[in-house]
């Protein structure tokens, strides 16, 4: 079965629960869907650091846009 951490809820979900743009997953077990938002973070804080050697590598931020 797989399992998904709801963004609307805040709650873990299994299998068909609310639309897929308002969870994270699947994962493998109720544990793993709960720790999603925690691995959110960290990759957001891995980009932010990433940014951040960019920006001073080459003097200004990446244009994405």
Known sequence: MTWFW???????EEGIG????SRIGPAATPDE?????????????????RDAAEEQK???RRDWF
């Open 6 to 12: 709801c963004l609307e809820h805040k709650t873990v």
């Open 18 to 21: 609310c639309g897929s743009s």
């Open 33 to 49: 869907a709960a720790a999603a938002m925690d691995r959110v973070r960290q990759r957001e804080a891995e980009q932010e650091a």
């Open 58 to 60: 080459h003097g200004r």
